[in-house]
């Protein structure tokens, strides 16, 4: 986007959010706990007009969820920590303008396939199909306009005292390179026992390979507040999926023990990212797959993070079989984020459940294929708490 008009972009945004916030309608509020609603206003229009929703979340101890129609995305995460302090745990910016113009996926939905397929390329029952390009030779999260770029139907819904945003897409046949017809559903529920619970379900109407994941960055100490190395990361994982210089798994299953990926016991982020490891170097830090223990299929813990510094901790639990640990390499601070503030390198970590990365082009990893008759679904939980005295 050339830059007066994306500064004419920045001010439409801008002006929109003012208008509409004087119109926020609270949605079901006699039937729901004190103190706990769902809140539906403008974030503003594409720059083709299309209107963007968002929708704040908000439980009885006062977490509060952000969620907008554009890339499904999460916009902000309050969360309780140490002394009842709430902070906004991911980072994002302020403005839609700010998200259309130059997000590396913060808080998005990523889809139809997370992470990266080699070469744009993968043959289904005899048929090779090509997708776009958007890394380098290969292709990265769905493709130039994947699902973190679609704006979403959205339905708000109040069952049994949780809150849910249902939000729904169909990706047309072909769409980015990718056969059939795909109908996409993502609920995100806040529930009161402080989880954000996401779950994905997909049908197609002619064979095709699908991988969804959210793409929120999370620095527990506060969005924007400094990186996120003294984190302590647990991941329940004996083994992951080394990578060669685009990033691609090389096939192998390799153990974790003896290496900077042993994170089976909580390990400082930061600890060995430096370390003299080919892997580390490749990709300038974390940005792996980890092979989860226990039975894809059945939801478990897959891995935990604490920052003893604000005292928050963040259990993810998934059916999925595999998890990308992503340390922000990539962030170099040129993004300025909600409040002014600059994301700087490592200043945000993703914990991605998934599939393996380029899956369709290894027949040995757990299968992507989706046949019509047939439902994907999975399901991913961030579950914060704070850390009791013990722990820190
Ligand atoms: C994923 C990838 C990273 C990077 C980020 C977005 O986590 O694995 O390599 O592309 O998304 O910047």
Redo the contacts with the bound molecule.
Sequence with gaps: MKKSCFAFFCLLSACTILLITGSDEPMNAQTLPPKSSIRKQSFGSLPDGTPVDLYTLTNQSGMQARIMTYGGTIVSLRVPGRNGKFDDVVLGFDSLAEYVHDS??FGAIVGRYA??IARGSFTLNGTTFTLALN?GKNH??GGVKGFDKVVWQAAASTPDNDLMLTLTYTSRNLEEGYPGTLKVEVVYTLTSADELKILYTAETDAPTVVNLTQ?SYFNLAGAGTGDILGHRLMINADRFTPVDSG?IPTGVLQPVENTPFDFRRPTPIGERISADDVQLKL?GGY?HNFVLNGSAGTVRLAARVEDPQSGRAMDVLTNQPGL?F?SG??LDGHHVGKGGLHYRHRYGF?L?TQHF?DSPNHPSFPSTVLLPGKTYSTETIYKFSVMDGKEQ
């Design positions: 590396p996926y992470n990266r890394d990265l999260h793409h990033l990709a940005d990308q992503y390499n990539f993703c991605e990365p």
